[in-house]
């Protein structure tokens, strides 16, 4: 007798049939999902859309430190004793967003060992992404820093060829995910398309190439080059 195949795991469907605990909510572009400082007392699901993550200072200044996109996961910090949110997040196109509750994600990871092994993995790749993110603050220019954040939008690596990012994404967003200013990535913007870097066509488009721009030179200190901010 042949062997049954195996079917691979489905992350959607598993949570699509959890026993309770979960909602699917629509938002439109710029709602909120959670604020910084809500209970912290739920994971979320991206069935479509994409959301940003941004933390506010005390004196009103915004950072966005993360975007997430379809079948990615957020607000996992309750998972760790987290009370509150430290961060808002809101949704940068429509979205279609599933709502676990703690107690449930909690017993889906105990019982079940293939979307353990998923969030896991999500978890610990991120991680990664994050630690990298520190290095590119840390040592590289805002111009490499911009085109690292292209690259990662544009899920570089994908059979060669270039793809498409989020929709209309402001340069208001990219100087916040960048850490400098929105006159400076206007002209990073402009020196790409010339150099045929990235298109603009209705929608921008990042070409493999502008990855010479991440490589161009070895990481050193950063000089202060975007005047302190």
Do not use: W
């Amino acid at each position: 007798m042949k062997a049954k195949k195996k079917l691979a795991f489905n992350v959607e469907t598993f949570l699509a049939t959890a026993n309770g605990g979960r909602t699917i909510a629509k938002y439109r572009k710029g709602q909120k999902v959670f604020r910084q400082g809500d209970p912290a007392d739920a994971v979320f699901y991206i069935q479509e859309g994409e959301v940003k993550v941004c933390v506010i200072s005390e004196q009103g200044k915004e950072a966005v430190v993360a975007l997430h996109r379809k079948g990615d996961f957020f607000g996992e910090g309750c998972l760790t004793g987290q009370p509150r949110r430290l961060a808002t997040v809101a949704a940068m196109t429509e979205c279609a967003i599933m709502r676990l509750d703690k107690a449930v994600v909690v017993r889906a990871l105990h019982d079940e060992p293939a979307f353990s092994e998923r969030f896991t993995t999500y978890l610990l790749t991120r991680t990664v992404r994050v630690e990298a993110d520190l290095v590119d603050q840390l040592f590289n220019s805002s111009e490499k820093r911009l085109a690292r954040a292209l690259l990662l939008l544009a899920n570089f690596g994908k059979e060669g060829r270039p793809e498409r990012v989020i929709a209309k994404i402001s340069q208001a967003t990219l100087a916040d995910m960048v850490g400098t200013t929105r006159s400076r990535v206007s002209g990073f913007m402009n020196k790409f398309r010339k150099l045929g870097f990235i298109k603009y066509n209705g929608h921008l488009e990042v070409h493999n190439s502008l990855l010479t721009m991440v490589l161009h030179e070895a990481p050193e200190i950063r000089k202060e080059d975007d005047n302190g901010e």
